[in-house]
């Protein structure tokens, strides 16, 4: 059992950063992968990157590259989300979530936090 609480989020500028946290606790952490998907209202939930067990391999939404850094620190059971050049259309509830697989379906992932709002203002 992996128990995930997300921080980081806030309001920001177009043009501005912010680094999202996911902070694991319970047993396994460092063996499954793990992804961070965001949900805007009235919209479905979206993959955003996922990160392998190592942090050896990660998957980013095509859109998002280039502006977004998934990264892991397993001595600190932790993931990020490194997010520059935000734009508007990037607010949402931003979530982590790990799996012992992984992939960029959200219906894959077994384990999820509770969310951190990320607002853009124009």
């Known amino acids: 059992q992996v128990q995930l609480v997300e921080s980081g989020g806030g309001l920001v500028q177009a043009g501005g950063s912010l680094r999202l946290t996911c902070a694991a606790s319970g047993r396994g952490f460092s063996n499954y992968a793990a992804a961070w998907f965001r949900q805007a209202p009235g919209k479905e939930r979206e993959f955003v990157a996922t990160?392998?067990?190592?942090?050896?391999?990660?998957f980013y939404a095509d859109s998002l590259k280039g502006r977004f850094t998934i990264s892991r620190d397993n001595a600190k059971n932790t993931v990020y989300l490194q997010m520059n050049s935000l734009k508007p259309e990037d607010t949402a509830v931003y979530y982590c979530?790990?799996?012992?697989?992984?992939?960029?379906?959200?219906?894959?992932?077994?384990?999820w936090g509770q969310g951190t709002q990320v607002t853009v203002s124009s």
């Open positions: 990160i392998s067990w190592s942090g050896g391999s990660t």
């Open positions: 979530a790990v799996d012992d697989m992984g992939g960029s379906s959200f219906d894959e992932y077994d384990y």
